[in-house]
Nanobody, 121 residues
């Protein structure tokens, strides 16, 4: 089992940027595909982005493609999400997750506790 801890959330104005981090421990980080998901109040959890284990292939949800960038550091055991041109509709709790395959339909094996991102207009 991998333990995941997200950080970097906060309050930002529309058009601004944030970088989320997800620190992993407990198992070999590079054995897992990694993903970011988000959940806004009253909505279902939504796929945001995923990255493969070692080839670093990346996949994005339609609503964030071109604005968000997922990356990982397999030495630091850390996953990142660089969020640019933020919009109020990006407001949500953001979760990182491990998976077997980096795809938009990635089935998560473990989840972090989430970090709140709030974008004001």
């Amino acid at each position: 089992q991998v333990q995941l801890v997200e950080s970097g959330g906060g309050l930002v104005q529309a058009g601004g940027s944030l970088r989320l981090s997800c620190a992993a421990s407990g198992r070999t980080f590079s054995d897992y595909a990694m993903g970011w998901f988000r959940q806004a109040p009253g909505k279902e959890r939504e796929f945001v982005a995923a990255i493969s284990r070692r080839t670093f292939n990346k996949y994005y949800g339609d609503s964030v493609r071109g604005r968000f960038v997922i990356s990982r550091d397999n030495v630091k055991n850390t996953l990142y999400l660089h969020m640019n041109s933020l919009k109020p509709e990006d407001t949500a709790v953001y979760y990182c997750a491990t998976g077997r395959e980096a795809t938009p339909s990635m089935a998560a094996l473990s989840w972090g506790q989430g970090t709140q991102v709030t974008v004001t207009s």
